[in-house]
């Protein structure tokens, strides 16, 4: 259809200015395309890296703190024998791991301030240093490090402390 009107078109054109060339006719949609095409790629991969380390962030919590948990089952047995409920061995994981995530966090906003500058080229309509990204950033990986969490102090709190005391 664009290229039955180019005819009219680059006869109208020509009646307001001769001296105009119309080579190569295009959509307004296309041109907009092949402008936020880079950058557009650059945010993907961005992404797709950032949601990588995210869940690489998660499984290797979840290693640490399971590893964390089959170390210290007799220490858990025992807590458990001498009265500790069960919702707590799990507050305890839990809280092991959000410190962890807590440190990580603080030391990756530490980094992400620093390197908020270098980003500064990539952000279309959001300053380098936007509160409200680092927060949900934050967030994010606060939730992400409990949901992490959560299968190994589920774990803790299911260990039998007799079995527990008769392993080693």
Same mark, same amino acid.
């Given at each position: 259809?664009?290229?039955?009107?180019?005819?009219?078109?680059?006869?109208?054109?020509?009646?307001?200015?001769?001296?105009?060339?119309?080579?190569?006719?295009?959509?307004?949609?296309?041109?907009?395309?092949?402008?936020?095409?880079?950058? @557009?790629?650059?945010?993907?991969?961005?992404?797709?890296?950032?949601?990588?380390?995210?869940?690489?962030?998660? /499984?290797?919590?979840?290693?640490?703190?399971?590893? =964390? /948990?089959?170390?210290?089952? @007799?220490?858990?047995?025992?807590?458990?024998?001498?009265?500790?409920?069960?919702?707590?061995?799990?507050?305890?994981?839990?809280?092991?791991?959000?410190?962890?995530?807590?440190?990580?966090?603080?030391?990756?906003?530490? /980094?992400?301030?620093?390197?908020?500058?270098?980003?500064?080229?990539?952000?279309?309509? /959001?300053?380098?240093?936007?509160?409200?990204?680092?927060?949900?950033?934050?967030?994010?990986?606060?939730?992400?490090?409990?949901?992490?969490?959560?299968?190994?102090? @589920?774990?803790?709190?299911?260990?039998?402390?007799? =079995?527990?005391?008769?392993?080693?």
């Amino acid at each position: 259809m664009l290229w039955a009107l180019l005819p009219s078109v680059r006869s109208e054109i020509r009646k307001f200015d001769d001296s105009i060339a119309i080579l190569e006719p295009t959509t307004l949609e296309r041109t907009l395309d092949a402008k936020v095409a880079q950058p @557009r790629f650059n945010m993907l991969t961005l992404g797709g890296f950032a949601s990588l380390a995210l869940a690489l962030t998660a /499984v290797g919590l979840y290693g640490l703190l399971s590893y =964390s /948990v089959a170390r210290r089952t @007799r220490e858990i047995g025992v807590r458990l024998a001498l009265g500790a409920r069960p919702g707590q061995v799990s507050g305890l994981i839990v809280a092991e791991g959000l410190k962890l995530i807590g440190f990580g966090g603080a030391l990756g906003l530490v /980094v992400a301030l620093g390197a908020s500058q270098l980003m500064a080229a990539l952000l279309f309509g /959001v300053p380098p240093r936007d509160a409200a990204s680092f927060l949900a950033g934050t967030a994010v990986l606060l939730a992400v490090g409990a949901a992490a969490a959560l299968l190994p102090a @589920r774990r803790a709190s299911k260990v039998s402390p007799g =079995s527990a005391l008769r392993a080693e």
